[in-house]
């Protein structure tokens, strides 16, 4: 957790407007043709032409080459004013079958303007060729070129909504699915807010936008994760506030005009977190909808990880638990099987272990003397030296936690059996139970067998004092390729700082 963020006042990025894109608030218009005469009559017919209190920009091209010139700098144009006959008699034909076929341009509306219908016949143009309306030059009158822009103008804008309906759809498809495959609460906080914040990008442009995820205490905010929060002036926490009791109390996600909030209670711990985000611009509703549909998904996945991580976290607690009796009955100090945990979780992710590995073994781990419940008293708190006899009941306890463990479909369960019987074998093959040479010991059973015996040799024990760390640290380096696997031997010394740090952490 950031906890360096926790703050009196949230800062934003400075909320000027920036310049408009090219497309924003206006509609663009291509007129195609080789005669200039043309070009201009058609701007003065159409005069101060608005739509949706939008206006008209007119891009000329007097050829197909200067054409498919203009439409690959202008994408987003909403209708072509296209003549047959330019540089060829069929130059203008060529560019609409170019249109949609290589630009791959699907909105924009063609209305083919031709002074020679005989030169494209208009049932064979409107058959062959992807063009929305055919005109004759004579026939259009202010009117009739008003109507067919307003027309075409108005088809183009409905097809842009369809298409971003439909992404930001996917968007939201898209989201779910990795929202409910998230590890960990950070990684899903990390997701959600990206998510929340591609939404509104598939709904169009944004001018700014800026977010966070926060735990909410008391009036103050400390960030988890946050979008676009550089130093500068910006929203007060009041609004923060306003925003967060707002959410408590409706029990509902926010989606204002240009805001996104939302609330979610874990129950488990007894916390609330809050998430903002401002798009800085108004969201149609088409967006709004689907931030209403994306909040519900992140509150479904977010319910089902809390209690996820409940379930692991008490699974955790109740095998230390399990360990901490082990080791008390065995007069051994209970933070042993917790110093064990982390310094087998350590040596895992520097051996190159994945994170899921490294945190597996973490939780198995504090259960590899479990099989000690089933050795007598009167060996297991014996203070002097073990009999061959003793020695050879005690090392039966690899055995029995195995037998213990083995049953459950649990992979934690698995693990910590694995690790149960193999912790005590040995690199050269003279470890119990079954002298297992090398790698034939599991990877698990080869860390805990190291983090094990350091521990063990570091503290107090019913039969002996503490060693001295350097006695220690020799004694590794002794046993280096013979009872302990070299590689984790040399991991272990190269992170020594790391490794004495849990001992501070945890001390008998």
């Known amino acids: 957790m950031k906890s360096e963020h926790a703050m009196e006042e949230v800062h934003f990025a400075d909320e000027t407007p920036p310049q408009k894109s090219e497309s924003d608030g206006l509609w663009k218009v291509m007129i195609v043709d080789d005669d200039d005469f043309v070009h201009k009559v058609t701007e003065l017919t159409l005069g101060d032409y608005h739509y949706q209190n939008a206006p008209v920009r007119y891009l000329h091209a007097y050829s197909g080459a200067e054409a498919r010139a203009l439409l690959l700098e202008h994408p987003d144009t909403a209708v072509i004013l296209l003549d047959v006959v330019m540089e060829t008699e069929n130059a203008g034909l060529e560019f609409a079958r170019h249109v949609r076929q290589e630009a791959n341009n699907s909105f ?62 996917q968007e939201v498809i898209c989201a779910s699915a990795a929202l409910f495959a998230a590890a960990s609460v950070q990684d899903f906080f990390v997701l959600a807010l990206e998510h929340i914040l591609r939404i509104g990008r598939c709904v169009g442009p944004c001018c700014f936008e800026n977010g966070l995820v926060a735990l909410s205490a008391d009036g103050q905010f400390e960030i988890l994760e946050s979008r676009g929060l550089p130093p500068g002036a910006g929203v007060p926490t009041a609004r923060l506030q306003e925003l967060y009791e707002r959410a408590a109390r409706e029990g509902r996600v926010l989606v204002l005009d240009q805001e996104f909030a939302a609330r979610f209670f874990n129950s488990h711990t007894d916390q609330n977190f809050f998430f903002y985000v401002s798009f800085g611009r108004p969201l149609s509703e088409t967006a709004q909808g689907l931030l209403h549909i994306l909040g519900g998904n992140i509150a479904v996945a977010l319910s089902n990880l809390f209690l996820t991580e409940e379930i692991v976290a008490t699974q955790r607690e109740v095998v230390l638990t399990l360990g901490e009796v082990v080791e008390t009955r065995s007069k051994e100090t209970a933070h042993h099987v917790k110093r064990v945990a982390e310094y087998s979780y350590v040596l895992g992710i520097k051996a190159g272990l994945s994170e899921e590995r490294a945190h597996l073994l973490r939780m198995a781990s504090p259960m590899h003397d479990v099989g000690k419940i089933g050795i007598p ?69 080869r860390i805990t067998a190291l983090a094990d015996v350091f521990d063990a040799l570091s503290c107090d024990r019913v039969y002996k004092k503490a060693w001295p760390l350097s006695e220690v640290l020799d004694y590794l380096r002794e046993k280096r390729g013979r009872q302990f696997d070299p590689l984790l031997v040399d991991i272990f010394l190269e992170n020594l700082d790391e490794i004495m740090a849990i001992r501070v952490m945890y001390p008998d």
């Not at 219908?117 to 060729?129: C, L, S």
């Not at 030296?385 to 090392?395: A, C, H, P, Y």
């Not at 074998?425 to 010991?441: A, F, K």
């Open 108 to 169: 924009v509306r063609i209305i083919l303007r031709t002074g020679q219908p005989g030169q494209a016949p208009e049932r064979k143009v409107i058959t062959e060729y992807d063009i929305n309306d055919y005109k004759h030059k004579a026939e259009l009158s202010e009117q009739r070129l008003f109507t067919a822009i307003t027309a075409a103008i108005r088809s183009y804008r409905d097809l842009r909504t369809i298409e971003l309906g439909r992404l930001g759809l």
């Open 377 to 445: 008293d009167s060996i297991l708190f014996k203070p002097g030296k073990l009999t061959d006899e003793e020695f050879s009941i005690i090392k039966t306890h690899t055995v029995i936690g195995h037998s213990i463990l083995k049953g459950s479909p649990r992979r934690i369960m698995r693990t910590a059996a694995t690790i149960a019987l193999q912790h005590h074998e040995h690199w050269d093959g003279g470890g119990y139970p079954h002298g297992l040479i090398e790698d034939e010991t599991h990877i698990f059973g």
